[in-house]
């Protein structure tokens, strides 16, 4: 799947890949993992330096998270530990990438919703500001994982989330999708 978004009045896009984890140890996964989704999406853009920063904020809704499935939460990367920020990846052009699995394969609703975010635009403070976003995930039924591939997501989806991402980030502003200030 390819996004097409513009910024500071240039064209960039996202290339949403999503496939079977059919290698999991050429991806730094453990075995249990085979058969799981994996999600890779690449920003290209051909500005350079901080004018290509960016960064995803991912959320998470699944059977097992701390709400039972009820709520989207924060999907950091756990290694990290608790971050001041939203952003599960963040740089120059980054790329989003998650392999989740469950062991055992319980029966599993997971659905993420993922941004790609401008952060702090122009000395604002403490901003993000998604430009685009699609939703990917996977079922688990009686042991069989079937797949839920990217839908790009409309903007509302970005403002139904800002309550729990100001909670969690008090010191961060989370504004509306972004029409393109050229």
């Avoid at 993992?33 to 991912?58: E, I, K, N």
């Avoid at 998270?65 to 952003?87: K, T, V």
Wanted: charged share 20%; glycine share 8%.
């Amino acid at each position: 799947m390819e996004i097409p978004f513009t910024l500071k009045g240039v064209e960039g896009r996202v290339v949403v890949t999503y496939e079977a984890n059919l290698q999991p140890e050429s991806i730094g996964c453990q075995p249990e993992t085979l058969g799981f989704p994996v999600c890779t999406a690449t920003v290209q853009y051909p500005m350079r330096g901080y004018d290509s920063l960016m960064g995803w904020v991912q959320l998470v809704r699944s059977d097992d998270n701390a709400s039972g499935g009820e709520r989207f939460e924060i999907d950091p990367l756990a290694f990290l530990g608790d971050l001041p920020h939203p952003f599960c990846w963040l740089g120059i052009n980054p790329t989003l990438f998650d392999a989740p699995s469950r062991s055992p394969r319980s029966d599993l609703r997971w659905m993420a919703r993922s941004f790609l975010c401008i952060p702090d635009d122009a000395g604002k403070g403490l901003e993000a500001q998604a430009i685009l976003g699609f939703s990917w995930g996977f079922a688990i039924e009686q042991g069989q994982i079937a797949f839920q591939p990217p839908q790009q997501l409309e903007p509302s989806a970005w403002s139904e989330h800002s309550s729990v991402l100001g909670d969690l980030y008090a010191a961060w502003r989370f504004v509306p999708y972004l029409s393109d200030p050229a």
